[in-house]
């Protein structure tokens, strides 16, 4: 009887996986992995009659997330637009008890990921290179490290080929930057080099945005959009006119930590507002100003974060990416632990993924971040 449950649960959180767009809009699969990771959760403490939590763990980081949110889900209060969109923001605390289901239960889905892998393999390819619209828009790649492997040159060339496929196929470019990310940590040759580069980048990232401050500026110009003047932007000099896709991205980014500073110290919590707007104006793809303005985000969770839960909860959030790349390194001098390297890329290609898009705000991925933290997190206690 025991191997049904275990099934269901496998079956579940890959096709999750697959297309969290779907299974999430049609019946709530977040939610659903979001309660069985709390019931985990609680029935170990009801088991163990004890939590230790240990300094520097996963768990320990992901508790201070849970206590930031929970301290702003009453600050939040007397602030919240409506109750709707408060409810709407409160994905970003209870999707985290996913981690307990990926923690508790990575033993068995590897075993039965390890008996089906070129089964799921096959699916997976035909998916990207026949059909559109299988695999979601941008979370259906993220599992593919786990049935290519990342072994050979073979495999990482396989692996990208199906992931660019995927990215033209879909008209989803943002999720090719997986590619760069995966060769930094593929061409790194422990944590220090890479902690390096990474460092590299985003202190190039800060003087592009102090170089170009008085372009960003321009965003009050001209009528009024949510978004600010993104074409002022666009055509005030050729490095920001690559695509206006990146360009109203790195607005967004630009304006949510120095307009909103120092409201981003603290947070400014749930169901308020992120940016100024005008109700019921439409100033892009979809819906009304209100909801960008309470929902959207910046397509980078790691700055709604910050914006949301203030500089504590971004810490815990930072410190448990860095946990997972610094654990990643040491595995993989471990030659016992080669079987587990796939998980690691599976939780970096969601790194990627919520850099550049909705994530941990939004039902339709954050589930699936918390999931993979908890496989490598489990992966982890083997050392």
């Not at 220090?192 to 170089?211: A, N």
């Amino acid at each position: 009887m025991e191997r049904i449950p275990t099934l269901f649960l496998f079956l579940l959180l890959t096709v999750f996986f697959f297309n969290s767009d779907y299974f999430e809009r049609n019946f709530f699969f977040n939610e659903v992995i979001s309660f069985i990771g709390a019931m985990f959760f609680l029935l170990k403490i009801v088991r163990l009659k004890r939590f230790k939590i240990e300094k520097r763990s996963y768990t320990f980081y992901i508790f201070i997330f849970v206590a930031v949110c929970c301290f702003h889900l009453i600050y939040s209060l007397n602030k919240m637009t409506s109750f709707y969109y408060y409810a709407r923001n409160s994905v970003i605390l209870y999707s985290a008890f996913s981690f307990f289901l990926g923690y508790y239960f990575f033993e068995r889905y590897h075993g039965i990921a390890l008996g089906f892998r070129k089964e799921l393999l096959a699916v997976m390819s035909t998916s990207v290179v026949f059909f559109k619209m299988i695999l979601a828009r941008y979370s259906g790649p993220i599992l593919l490290p786990l049935f290519t492997g990342v072994k050979s040159m073979f495999n990482v060339i396989l692996l990208f080929a199906l992931i660019l496929i995927h990215s033209v196929k879909e008209d989803a470019l943002s999720v090719a930057v997986i590619i760069p990310l995966f060769l930094l940590v593929f061409l790194s040759r422990n944590f220090k080099e890479f902690s390096r580069y990474f460092l590299i980048g985003i202190t190039l990232t800060v003087l592009f945005f102090l170089y170009f401050y008085d372009n960003f500026m321009l965003y009050k110009t001209g009528y009024y959009n949510y978004f600010g003047n993104v074409h002022a932007i666009y055509d005030s000099h050729p490095a920001l006119s690559v695509d206006i896709n990146v360009t109203w991205r790195i607005l967004l980014w630009f304006r949510y930590i120095v307009e909103r500073f120092p409201d981003n110290i603290i947070g400014i919590g749930f169901g308020t507002p992120m940016l100024d707007y005008i109700a019921e104006r439409r100033s892009h793809w979809t819906g009304n100003d209100e909801i960008h303005a309470h929902v959207s985000g910046a397509h980078n969770s790691y700055l709604t974060l910050l914006l949301r839960l203030g500089v504590v909860g971004f810490y815990a959030l930072v410190m448990i990416s860095r946990k997972v790349f610094k654990d990643y390194f040491h595995a993989r001098k471990l030659g016992n632990f080669k079987q587990y390297i796939p998980y690691y890329f599976v939780w970096i290609g969601m790194f990627s993924l919520i850099v550049f898009n909705l994530g941990l705000e939004s039902p339709l991925r954050a589930g699936l971040f918390w999931v993979a933290t908890g496989f490598v997190a489990k992966i982890g206690t083997k050392f």
